[in-house]
């Protein structure tokens, strides 16, 4: 039987359709191995940040690394300017003469400070009621990233040439006449533009 040149056209037609389908099915396959590819290798977060080393790996609020803290040793031209104006119980207290810490904020840090002091904010708790958690608390020597202050006579610490971040001012008060217990405060600093920080403690 002589196909018609009609259906010889259709023909042609159909075959063309065919062959766009497999193409078209072809690439959806491909999409699908692609994405389930993807999928089993994890969620994308981005780019790294500039100077980064994917090799290092991601903080860790369990492990103390020293490269977490590396931010915390530039120079910068931000400050904390503090004052210490606790009571408790009627009782005045003093830090006159006191070390005052500043430490840098990280996950393992702010985990250690939550440990130690029931929050990663600000705190006033007995310095042996700090000390009895300690041994609960995430270690490491952390001890070269820490800056160092000291009370005046009008209980009053700076801290100059730090560089943007987020800081826990640490200090122990002592009550003013000695009766009383000696207490630990604490609170979380940030230092933003450079700017010098009032704190009230």
């Not at 078209?24 to 699908?32: A, C, S």
């Not at 692609?34 to 492990?63: E, M, R, T």
């Not at 009370?151 to 730090?162: A, I, K, N, P, V």
Request: proline letters at 6%; charged letters at 20%; hydrophobic letters at 40%.
């Amino acid at each position: 039987m002589r196909i018609s040149f009609n259906e010889d056209l259709a023909e042609q037609a159909v075959s063309a359709y065919s062959v766009r389908m497999m193409k078209l099915r072809d690439l959806l396959i491909v999409g699908i191995l692609l994405a389930l590819n993807a999928c089993a290798a994890g969620p994308s977060l981005g780019p790294q940040p500039p100077g980064s080393n994917p090799a290092v790996g991601a903080p860790s609020a369990d492990v103390f690394r020293p490269e977490d803290f590396a931010w915390s040793t530039a120079m910068g031209k931000g400050g904390i300017e503090g004052h210490l104006g606790f009571s408790f119980d009627g009782v005045r207290y003093t830090c006159k003469g006191a070390g005052v810490i500043l430490t840098p904020e990280t996950l393992w840090s702010r985990r250690r400070i939550s440990a130690l002091y029931n929050s990663p904010i600000s705190s006033a708790l007995p310095v042996d009621e700090v000390r009895a958690r300690t041994a609960t608390a995430p270690s490491g020597d952390y001890s070269a990233f820490i800056r160092r202050a000291t009370c005046d006579g009008g209980d009053r610490f700076t801290f100059s040439t730090l560089p943007n971040g987020a800081w826990f001012v640490i200090l122990v008060a002592k009550p003013l006449g000695g009766k009383g217990t000696d207490m630990a405060i604490m609170k979380r600093v940030e230092v933003r533009g450079g700017r010098v920080v009032l704190v009230e403690l």
